[in-house]
C-alpha cells in the first residue's frame, strides 16, 4: 500500500529558529512530491514542488529535499517567524496512481514571538 | 491566468439532503481531481477526472459522484447526506492525468451537514 507519513505531527518553536519538517513515503517509483501550506478553516498553498530527478528546490527562507531511494523529504524552513504558523503537508505522486495524490497526516507548526 | 475556482464556498445543509459542488479548472487543463479533508481521515482522494471520463477513484460510498464536462469544469455529487460528510472539499486541477504535472488546488468548498 501506498502510503506518506509525516513526523512530528506537531511542533512548537520560538521564533528565529531553524527547523525540518520530514516525511516518508513507501514507494519510490514517484513523479513527484509536493510540499503544502494549509493555514486553520483555509485551502492549500503549495510552497514547493521537487520532480523525482531532482534533489532539492529552494524558494526564499524554504528549502526542500527528496531522496527517492530512502523513500525522504524534508522541508527545511530558516529563521522561522509567527507567520509560519500553519499546518504543512507532504504529498506524493506515486507512478502508479495517475492524477492521485497521496498526502501525509501533516506537521501543525506554532512559532511562538 | 486565473487560478482554479470552487462554488459554493460554504454550504449548510440537512441530513438526507443532496449536494453538488462545482469546481472550474485552470484554463487549458483537462484534469479534475476531487478530495475530501475531515479532522479525523486527513486529505483522501474522491475520484479524478480527464477528458469527461472518471479515471480514477478513491474508496468512498457511491453517494459520492462526480462527472466532468467537455470544457473541462467538474461537479461533484453527495446524496443522501450523512453528518460525517462535513468537510472540507478541495479539487485540483492538471494539464493532463499522467506525468509529473503539479496540481493545482481551489480554495475548496466547506460543508456543514447538519
Known amino acids: 500500500k501506498q502510503e506518506v507519513t509525516q513526523i512530528p505531527a506537531a511542533l512548537s518553536v520560538p521564533e528565529g529558529e531553524n527547523l525540518v519538517l520530514n516525511c516518508s513515503f513507501t514507494?519510490?517509483?514517484?513523479?513527484?512530491l509536493q510540499w503544502f501550506r494549509q493555514d486553520p478553516g483555509k485551502g492549500l498553498t503549495s510552497l514547493l514542488l521537487i520532480q523525482s530527478s531532482q534533489r532539492e528546490q529552494t524558494s526564499g527562507r524554504l528549502n526542500a529535499s527528496l531522496d527517492k531511494s530512502s523513500g525522504r523529504s524534508t522541508l527545511y524552513i530558516a529563521a522561522s517567524q509567527p507567520g509560519d504558523s500553519a499546518t504543512y503537508l507532504c504529498?506524493?505522486?506515486?507512478?502508479?496512481?495517475?492524477?492521485?495524490?497521496?498526502f501525509g497526516e501533516g506537521t501543525q507548526l506554532t512559532v511562538n514571538p | 491566468k486565473a487560478g482554479v475556482t470552487q462554488t459554493p464556498r460554504y454550504l449548510i445543509k440537512t441530513r438526507g439532503q443532496q449536494v453538488t459542488l462545482s469546481c472550474s479548472p485552470i484554463s487549458g487543463h483537462r484534469s479534475v481531481s476531487w478530495y475530501q479533508q475531515t479532522p479525523g481521515q486527513g486529505l483522501q482522494f474522491l475520484f479524478e477526472y480527464f477528458s469527461e471520463t472518471q479515471r480514477n477513484k478513491g474508496n468512498f460510498p457511491g453517494r459520492f459522484s462526480g462527472r466532468q464536462f467537455s470544457n473541462s469544469r467538474s461537479e461533484m455529487n453527495v446524496s443522501t447526506l450523512e453528518l460525517g460528510d462535513s468537510a472540507l472539499y478541495l479539487c485540483a486541477s492538471s494539464p493532463t492525468n499522467w506525468g509529473s504535472y503539479e496540481q493545482y488546488f481551489g480554495p475548496g468548498t466547506r460543508l456543514t451537514v447538519t
Open positions: 514507494d519510490s517509483a514517484i513523479y513527484n
Open positions: 504529498a506524493v505522486k506515486f507512478e502508479t496512481s495517475g492524477s492521485r495524490l497521496t
